[in-house]
């Protein structure tokens, strides 16, 4: 079942107390519906004035086998099987208060959270969720040998591969991540460690809640300890996709792609989700920042369109606007020079400006007519479509071409412009143009 495209938070607040895995300590977790675009948001009930740490990315400190999350001051440790619990059931937004730095460890597993969520209910909200489509391949790989690469995908899915020191219990299993796929066959997964481990892992002052009623052990024989059998004969891997769904939470929206990971772990888990934020971040410094519209007359000059249009080199193609008349007129201009990269390739022995460029111009000083209006302000244009279109002279190197842009009909995000191309005076081709208008 593919989750709705509204955000989604709990119904009511729900409790559960434990013992948290590395500190050893008592802990009272709480779970608590949150308003949209909140995100998760871990709350130290314990100190003084109740301060917040967000679960982003750029929040994480260090990962040795957790996940740490710190703002300042305050920290929280072992956030993932929580985190993964409320991603992996299709929570968007919820806090999560403790009286302690790290949530209790239960039975190893995201188990005792996605029953607490389950418990608490899931509603959706009256928001649209963010989801990010992978649309190139992202590969990372480290020095230890681990490699995680996600590439395009019509859902969320994990394809994981665990090796243990020697290949032992080397393990895969690939599963596309729904709340109930991951209810079903991910959540109870336990955690697990190698006994050769545990005594650095004791001297570095980790574990101190370590039981073997929370934790798989796997001896230097590849035998296992731990309380009743295994859950699943692949439980190792499992566990590695719960941890890989926990870390990806922190990228803060919904994924749509496949996650191919070799030796993940909570460092590797990390990097993939910083390269996600880096493209992620670099894909929206190409949208231009919201931008006031002047008021009556008014001229733009090249840095304030290109403030307002997402068009840059070589289909940005105005130079300036002259001058607005009130909310239904604009007309701006283009200077055509030989260095035009079309010039190349369109008539190279006789150039002419392309007519279709000539078109989307009149989109784009339409869309510039349609953001004056106070309520676009922030959006836009998409060229939805070209009618009556007429092409009457050439445009040559060195004309200066005029486009005048006159709005004829609005509806909701659709307006219709009616438009001119003019040279010297003369009209050089017109049509009507059709933008649709969308939110950043």
Known sequence: MSLSTRQRTLAKKGSLAGTSLHTGEKVMLTLRPAPPGTGFVFKRVDLRDEPTVAARIENVKHVERATTLAEGSVKVHTVEHVLSALSGLGVDNAQIEMDANEPPIGDGSAKPFV?????????????????????????????????????????????????GPEGMHTQFASFEITPEIYAKEIASARTFTFLRDIQPLLDKGLIKGGALDNAIVVQDDGSTISTGALRFRDEFVRHKILDLVGDLALFGRRLRGHVIAVKPGHG????????????????????????????????????????????????????????????????????????????????????????????????????????????????????????????RKPVLPGDTLIIQVELIKARRNLAKSACQCLVAGQVVSEAEVTISLIDR
């Open 115 to 163: 029953e607490l969520i389950q418990q608490c209910g899931v509603v959706e909200q009256d928001a649209p969720c963010a989801v990010y489509d992978v649309r190139e391949p992202l590969h990372v790989e480290t020095k230890s040998g681990s490699l995680l690469t996600i590439v395009p995908a019509e859902h969320f899915r994990l394809s994981v591969t665990q090796v």
């Open 268 to 391: 590797p888990n990390a990097e993939l989700t910083r390269a996600l934020m880096k493209r992620y971040a670099m894909m929206q410094s190409l949208i231009p920042a919201p931008f006031q519209m002047p008021s009556g007359e008014a001229v733009l000059d090249i840095h304030e369109i290109m403030r307002l249009l997402p068009h840059r080199y070589p289909f940005l193609l105005l130079d300036r606007v002259i001058r607005f008349d009130g909310e239904t007129k604009v007309t701006a201009m283009k200077n055509v020079s030989v260095n035009e990269p079309y010039f190349q390739g369109h008539f190279p022995s006789y150039p002419v400006m392309p007519g279709v460029l000539q078109v989307e111009a009149m989109a784009q000083a339409s869309s510039l007519l349609l953001l004056r209006q106070g309520e676009n302000s922030g959006k836009i244009g998409f060229f939805m479509s070209a009618d009556k279109v007429k092409f």
